[in-house]
């Protein structure tokens, strides 16, 4: 699972490279798949640390129930809403991401009698 989470990851950044570089050529400073590649790096990238940080809440006691696939429905849904929040400016996406992770921090507490 690891190796094929890498390679997704090389090949997302490659993509990115890849879609930069042709914008450049076209004289653009920023295109949409470059902005695409980098949502799609964002949420991966949450939904990596989440998962280790569920882990090592569940192993220590912190946690009883994860739902790693409810995750991914939060981020498939936000990163459509993140992709077009982050055209329109840079500012909202990052509201839109940084507002995805609290709310996804709140559904944890919750299903876990935290909150």
Request: glycine share 14%.
């Amino acid at each position: 699972m690891t190796r094929w989470g890498v390679l997704g990851l090389l090949a997302i950044l490659a993509a990115g490279a890849v879609a930069v570089g042709i914008a450049r050529l076209l004289g653009r400073s920023d295109s949409r798949g470059s902005v695409l590649v980098s949502v799609i790096a964002h949420w991966l990238g949450a939904w990596s640390l989440w998962n280790f940080a569920a882990g090592l809440a569940h192993h220590f006691g912190w946690l009883a129930v994860y739902d790693g696939p409810l995750f991914l429905v939060l981020a498939l849904v936000l990163g459509g809403w993140h992709y077009r929040a982050r055209l329109a400016s840079p500012e909202r996406g990052r509201v839109v991401f940084v507002g995805g992770q609290l709310a996804w921090l709140l559904i944890v507490l919750v299903r876990n009698g935290l909150l």
